[in-house]
Each structure stands twice: as C-alpha cells, then as structure tokens.
Nanobody
Framework: QVQLVESGGGLVQAGGSLRLSCAAS????????MAWFRQAAGKDREFVAR????????AYADSVKGRFTISRDKAKNTMYLQMNNLKPEDTAVYYC???????????WGQGTQVTVSS
C-alpha cells in the first residue's frame, strides 16, 4: 500500500514563496505519474501540476505556469512543488496524488493547507 504524506504548507504574504513536499512510502516509484491538486473552500478540486516519474516530464495548469515548479528526487521517493509569486487565489488545501496518470490517480495524501494573505 502506498502512503503519501504532504508537508510544507503554511501562511505566506502575496508575492512570497513556499515549497511543498510529498513523501511516498510503501513502494519505490519507477513509472507512473505523480501530481499536485488543490481545493479551495467551496470549490471543486483542480489540477495544479503533474510529473511523469521516469522521465520527469511535467505539465502545469495555466493558472500556475511560470510561478510553480514540480520536481522529484528519485532517491528520496519524494516530489516537490516550488511555489513562487504566490497570490491570494492560490489559497487552498494542496494534495499530492500518484497513479498511472494523467487522469487516473490511485493514491492521495491527506493534504496541506496553503494560505496566501493579501
């Protein structure tokens, strides 16, 4: 069974930066996709970024392109989301997910809150 644990969320002012981490245990990834999603209060969950584990090929939502960077450390079985120039509309609970992708994800983390103040 795969477990995903997010960390790195918090409160930051607009224009600031945060780096989220997603540590995977229970399986060493060699293929498949890992991704970040977010859900703001009262809104549906939305895709943020994904990464193909074997090639590190990435994809981003238009709303975060140029500001967020997804990456992974294969040795640590960990995925990251570097978030720069944060905006109040980035406020949400951020979830990491893993699976065959790009649409199907079998495993989800518990989420980490990111709050951006104006």
């Amino acid at each position: 069974q795969v477990q995903l644990v997010e960390s790195g969320g918090g409160l930051v002012q607009a224009g600031g930066s945060l780096r989220l981490s997603c540590a995977a245990s229970g399986r060493t990834f060699s293929t498949g996709t890992m991704a970040w999603f977010r859900q703001a209060a009262g809104k549906d969950r939305e895709f943020v970024a994904r990464l193909w584990w074997s090639t590190a090929t990435t994809a981003y939502a238009d709303s975060v392109k140029g500001r967020f960077t997804i990456s992974r450390d294969k040795a640590k079985n960990t995925m990251y989301l570097q978030m720069n120039n944060l905006k109040p509309e980035d406020t949400a609970v951020y979830y990491c997910a893993a699976g065959p992708g790009p649409i199907t994800y079998n495993y989800w983390g518990q989420g980490t809150q990111v709050t951006v103040s104006s």
